[in-house]
């Protein structure tokens, strides 16, 4: 069983800065791509950003040149550097990683979510 832990929500004022880490941890074989996505409420689950194994990201169009996705392939993390955040940016932010067993079928694994607050 493999579990995404997700840490570093909180409330920041707009302008802030937060980092947010997760944690990918069980029995695996292998991690393809990792990510971030996001949900306020009411409305749907939308892309935050993705990297690939090899280090490749994919950011929405609305967080390119603020946020920041990185990871580490040895410790099976992912990071999301955040700047500039604006209270748009408030939700919860869910950690993904699509696994790779030894047969190469692919399955996706979800975090429990972070809250993130952007407010004066």
């Known amino acids: 069983q493999v579990q995404l832990v997700e840490s570093g929500g909180g409330l920041v004022q707009p302008g802030g800065s937060l980092r947010l880490s997760c944690a990918a941890s069980g029995s695996i074989f292998s991690i393809n791509d990792m990510g971030w996505y996001r949900q306020a409420p009411g409305k749907q689950r939308e892309l935050v950003a993705t990297?690939?194994?090899?280090?490749?990201?994919n950011y929405a169009n609305s967080m390119k040149g603020r946020f920041t996705i990185s990871r580490d392939n040895a410790k099976n993390t992912v990071h999301l550097q955040m700047n500039g955040l604006k209270p748009e940016d408030t939700a919860v932010y869910y950690c993904?990683?699509?696994?790779?067993?030894?047969?190469?079928?692919?399955?996706?694994?979800w975090g429990q979510g972070t809250q993130v607050t952007v407010s004066s």
């Open positions: 990297i690939t194994s090899g280090g490749r990201t």
């Open positions: 993904n990683a699509v696994l790779v067993n030894r047969f190469q079928y692919t399955r996706d694994v």
